[in-house]
Every structure is written in C-alpha cells, then in structure tokens.
T-cell receptor, first 118, second 112 residues
Framework: AQKITQTQPGMFVQEKEAVTLDCTYD???????LFWYKQPSSGEMIFLIYQGSYDEQNATEGRYSLNFQKARKSANLVISASQLGDSAMYFC???????????????FGSGTQLTVLP | NAGVTQTPKFQVLKTGQSMTLQCAQD?????MYWYRQDPGMGLRLIYYSASEGTTDKGEVPNGYNVSRLNKREFSLRLESAAPSQTSVYFC???????????FGEGSRLTVL
C-alpha cells in the first residue's frame, strides 16, 4: 500500500492566488514527521516545511503552511499569494522509524507539478 | 557552505559497464542515503547508512552496492549497469532532529 499519496499529478494556479496541494499518508506509528520539498526545473530538492505528529499547531514558513489533519491522515501544503517562481514539482514525504529505531528515512509521494500562470 | 556534494553530475554508460557515484557531506550528520528519482514515481530509497560502519537496503537495492567509507562519505556502485538504472540519483544526509534530509544536486545517469 502507498504510504504517501499525492492525487494531483498537475495543478494550475493564477499568480497571487492561494493553492492547496494534497497529501495523505498511512502509518501505524504514533511518532512521525511530515515534510514538503520543492523541486524546480533545475532539479535540486528544496526543503519547505515540517510538521511533527505531536505538534498541535499547523506549521507555517512564510507563504507556506501545512494543513495537518491527523485523524484524516492528511498533510496538505498551502501556498499563499502564488508567484511565478513557485512553478515546480512538490513532494510530500513522511519520516517513520525503522523497526530498528536507528535511522530516519523519508518515504516520498509521487509529486504534484504546480504551474503558476501570469 | 558545501553541504552535500555528489559526483559526477552526468554520466552515460553502456550496458554492463560499472561506475561509482561519490557523495560527501560536511554537516557531521550520522545518517546518509541514496535515492533514485524516476518520472511519476517520486524518490525511492536504494540504500541507507544510519551511522558510520553500517549500511542497509532500502526499497530498491537490486543492482547496487554501497560503501560508507567514513562519516563524511557514502558511495553507490553499479557493478553491471542496465538500462533500467537510467535515472537521477540523489544522495542525502540527515541530522538527529526532525530527520530533515539535505540533498545533493543529483546525478543524472543514462545507461544505453
């Protein structure tokens, strides 16, 4: 079963509008972390935002916020006031513990390609 | 501020050839990872190293080997390259805090 599901392969948004990128996850761990990364066309992976499973407040970083709904197992990324430079691939990822508890790998979704229209 | 450095950035191989992707980090992180990225599939973990001296298989380890040479360096070797290994490879490291991954710039490998 998919651990991270991003159901929107592509999204379009008008410049200056807000957009929500969906992410649902599946885990039986009580302690986990959720991440969003941005990958522009140049290819590098850029960390955007992090939410811990025990964090009561939704994470925010500038124009990025994470809408964390634990009971629904969703961790949607909200980008406010979209800019042309926001056009990129966006990946949702989850950190669980290995059974050995010794490492902290991330499992990634398949990504959402966001295009911001002028 | 080098962060995670991986080489080479581009490589073209013929089927059956071997090569090693090199990765080094200067952030004193214990854990290092190799991922591959294919269209429509996100990033998939090939191998990881939780700490110096240990390595473990990830989701897609077949056809690869790794070496954690020291705390800084983690290399990925293709012994006999196959066209299915055409991909973009990312090395990453993580700290003991949130587990955020710090990525290298990626290595684009084409196997003909």
């Amino acid at each position: 079963a998919q651990k991270i599901t991003q159901t929107q392969p592509g999204m379009f948004v008008q410049e200056k509008e807000a957009v929500t990128l969906d992410c649902t996850y599946d885990t039986s761990d009580q302690s986990y972390g959720l991440f969003w990364y941005k990958q522009p066309s140049s290819g590098e992976m850029i960390f955007l935002i992090y939410q811990g499973s025990y964090d009561e407040q939704n994470a925010t970083e500038g124009r990025y916020s994470l809408n964390f709904q634990k009971a629904r197992k969703s961790a949607n990324l909200v980008i406010s006031a979209s800019q042309l430079g926001d056009s990129a691939m966006y990946f949702c990822a989850m950190r669980e513990r290995f059974s050995s508890g010794s490492a902290r790998q991330l499992t990634f979704g398949s990504g959402t390609q966001l295009t911001v229209l002028p | 501020n080098a962060g995670v450095t991986q080489t080479p950035k581009f490589q073209v191989l013929k089927t059956g050839q071997s090569m090693t992707l090199q990765c080094a980090q200067d952030m004193n992180h214990n854990s290092m990872y190799w991922y591959r990225q294919d269209p429509g599939m996100g990033l998939r973990l090939i191998y990881y190293s939780a700490s110096e001296g240990t390595t473990d298989k990830g989701e897609v380890p077949n056809g690869y080997n790794v070496s954690r040479l020291n705390k800084r360096e983690f290399s990925l070797r293709l012994e006999s390259a196959a066209p299915s290994q055409t991909s973009v490879y990312f090395c990453a490291s993580s700290d003991q805090g949130t587990g955020e991954l710090f990525f290298g710039e990626g290595s684009r490998l084409t196997v003909l």
